[in-house]
């Protein structure tokens, strides 16, 4: 079975900084890996996704991840966030063969002024 | 075209009362989930359609939940005799077709309170 870790439950960052949120997984099989965001009052939408290919995946809002297998890991990162990148960020697990996905229990990023 | 939405936004009932939850998925989209997020928590998985039938719903908590999709597009989360454990944010995904390769698309979600 997988199982995601988000070990920073909140982030609270400057604005104009940059961050990293970290996830990790644990699987026996292949895996798809996912990040998206949650807006308060709104639903979770897609930032990333990691299907195959090259490692460094580039999503919306100028967020990246990186997968490193060998850690089994898929941080975010963002070279400079604004105040407006304040939300609930999830990472999340699938398998290949799967249509579940498994959610981490979230990172709450705080941009501060 | 539209997103997925879901009604209500807010329920508030009393245990023991039965309470349906609706999910309207994008139009064409032929695979539907429902997860359910508890406070503090990432969304859970708790069933899936492939259509109209419940390709998977390994993930509902017990016999009380039970979930109908009857014509593929529109599906409705049925709870009966809620208990306070029932309180949580219910989340309604669809997709273009079944498989995590395909973006899943989630509503606003209904937010369940149970008093």
């Known amino acids: 079975a997988q199982s995601v870790t988000q070990l920073d439950s909140q982030v609270p960052v400057f604005e104009e900084a940059p961050v990293e949120l970290r996830c990790n997984y644990s699987?026996?099989?292949?895996?798809?890996l996912f990040w998206y965001v949650q807006y308060p009052n709104q639903g979770l939408q897609l930032l990333l996704k990691?299907?195959?290919?090259?490692?460094l995946v580039k999503g919306i809002n100028g967020f990246e991840a990186e997968f490193n297998k060998s850690q089994t890991s898929f941080h975010l990162r963002k070279p400079s966030v604004h105040i407006s990148d304040t939300a609930e960020y999830f990472c999340?697990?699938?398998?290949?063969?799967?249509?579940?996905?498994?959610f981490g229990s979230g990172t709450r990023l705080l941009v501060r002024p | 075209g539209a997103g997925v939405s879901q009604t209500p936004s807010n329920k508030v009932t009393e245990k023991g009362k039965y309470v349906e939850l609706r999910c309207d998925p994008i139009?064409?989209?032929?695979?539907l989930y429902w997860y359910r997020q508890s406070l503090g928590q990432g969304p859970e998985f708790l069933i899936y359609?492939?259509?109209?039938?419940?390709?998977?719903d390994s993930g509902l908590p017990n016999d009380r939940f039970f979930a109908v999709r009857p014509e593929g597009s529109v599906s409705t989360l049925k709870i009966q005799r809620t208990e306070r454990g029932d309180s949580a944010v219910y989340l309604c995904?669809?997709?273009?077709?079944?498989?995590?390769?395909?973006?899943?698309?989630f509503g606003p979600g209904t937010r369940l309170l149970v008093l």
């Open positions: 995904a669809s997709s273009k077709t079944s498989g995590t390769q395909e973006t899943q698309y």
């Open positions: 699987s026996s099989v292949s895996v798809y």
């Open positions: 990691y299907l195959s290919g090259s490692t």
């Open positions: 999340a697990v699938s398998e290949k063969s799967s249509y579940k996905l498994i």
């Open positions: 139009s064409g989209h032929t695979a």
């Open positions: 359609f492939q259509g109209t039938g419940a390709a998977d």
